[in-house]
Structure formats: C-alpha cells, structure tokens
C-alpha cells in the first residue's frame, strides 16, 4: 500500500503560477513511476504529467512549455511547477503513483482554480 499526500493547490489569476507537491508514504520501495492527473469539472480524468523514476518525463500537449514535473527518491515527494496559468487549466489534480507490479495509488486531490 502506498500512501499519497498532495499540497500547493489554491486559487489563482490566469498567467500565475503554482506548486503542487505529493509526499508518498508506505511500501515506496516499489515505486516506478509517479505523476499528476487532472480532472476539469465535467470531464474525465487525464493525465498531466508523469516522471519515471530515473527521470524521464511525458507531459500532455496542453501544458508542455508551461508545467515542469520533478521527483526526490530520497524524500519520496513528487512536485509540479505550473507557469503560465490558464483558465482551462482549473480542476482537480490528483497525485498518482504506480509500482513496479503494476498496482496504481491516487491521492485525495487538490484543487486547482485559474480565474480570468
């Protein structure tokens, strides 16, 4: 089991910015690859970002340029940078991780609004 506490969200005006960060705790031993999801109000869950654990990275086309995901294996956190705020950036983001077995964690979300 592994278990995941998200932090940084708030409110913000459209070209600010915010830092969300994650402290997994748990059987971390197993972890392979963390990341961060979003959820718009009236949409699916999609994937934002994740980051390997020897630090590859994947972003989604939206947000390339704008959202930097990063990791500490020491301290077991995972944290993401967001520039350049946009309205169509507000939801929900949930900090995920998934183990070298394949079982996948999800935080509780953080909410994240970009106000015009």
């Known amino acids: 089991q592994v278990q995941l506490v998200e932090s940084g969200g708030g409110l913000v005006q459209a070209g600010g910015s915010l830092r969300l960060s994650c402290a997994a705790s748990?059987?971390?031993?197993?972890?392979?690859?963390m990341g961060w999801y979003r959820q718009a109000p009236g949409k699916q869950r999609a994937l934002v970002a994740d980051?390997?654990?020897?630090?590859?990275?994947n972003y989604a086309d939206s947000v390339k340029g704008r959202f930097t995901i990063s990791r500490d294996n020491v301290k077991n956190m995972v944290y993401m940078q967001m520039n350049s705020l946009k309205p169509e950036d507000t939801g929900v983001y949930y900090c995920?991780?998934?183990?070298?077995?394949?079982?996948?964690?999800w935080g509780q979300g953080t909410q994240v609004t970009v106000s015009s």
């Open positions: 980051i390997t654990s020897g630090g590859s990275t």
């Open positions: 748990g059987s971390i031993q197993a972890i392979s690859v």
């Open positions: 995920t991780v998934q183990q070298i077995f394949g079982s996948r964690y």
